[in-house]
């Protein structure tokens, strides 16, 4: 799967995020190492800080599933913005090299990869 589809598969997987408290949908899609894709989104709650962001959503989907080696994921949201600290750590555990696509509700995304999000990280190898 390319750059282009995985995005896509962000951007339709954001359609289900339930955010009625910030009204900031996120979407994420996850591509492993095999070429299968989880989508996850961020669901609040009315006790906010019980909030579960997009990307983790994705990740603890995957693993539930049995994958742990991931190549890429797209990050979709209305300005493009950048995964938070708690999500870089936990894409971290599962390697630094997976590329991160954040893309905005329209137009070009930006690419990374974990390790650029999370210099000098603390990881299992640590
Ligand atoms: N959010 C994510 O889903 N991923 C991030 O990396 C940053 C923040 C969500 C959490 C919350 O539901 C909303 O965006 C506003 O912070």
Redesign the pocket.
């Known amino acids: 799967m390319d750059a282009p589809e995985l995005v896509q598969r962000a951007r339709d997987a954001r359609g289900n995020a339930y955010?009625p408290y910030?009204d900031?949908r996120?979407g994420a899609a996850l591509l492993t190492d095999d070429g299968r894709v989880f989508t996850g989104v961020?669901v609040?709650n009315a006790s906010y800080g019980l909030?579960v962001?997009?990307?983790r959503s994705a990740i603890f989907t995957a693993v539930a599933a049995g994958a742990r080696s991931f190549q890429a994921i797209a990050?979709a949201t209305e300005d493009g913005?950048?995964?938070?600290g708690a999500?870089r750590q936990v894409l971290f555990e599962f390697g630094g090299n997976t590329i991160v696509y954040l893309a905005p509700a329209d137009g070009a995304w930006k690419t990374t990869t974990v390790a650029n999000l999370l210099p000098e990280a603390f990881g299992p190898d640590a």
């Not at 913005?81 to 938070?84: E, F, I, L, T, V």
Request: aromatic content about 6%; proline content about 0%.
């Open positions: 955010a910030s900031y996120v961020n609040e909030t962001c997009a990307e990050v913005a950048s995964c938070c999500c």
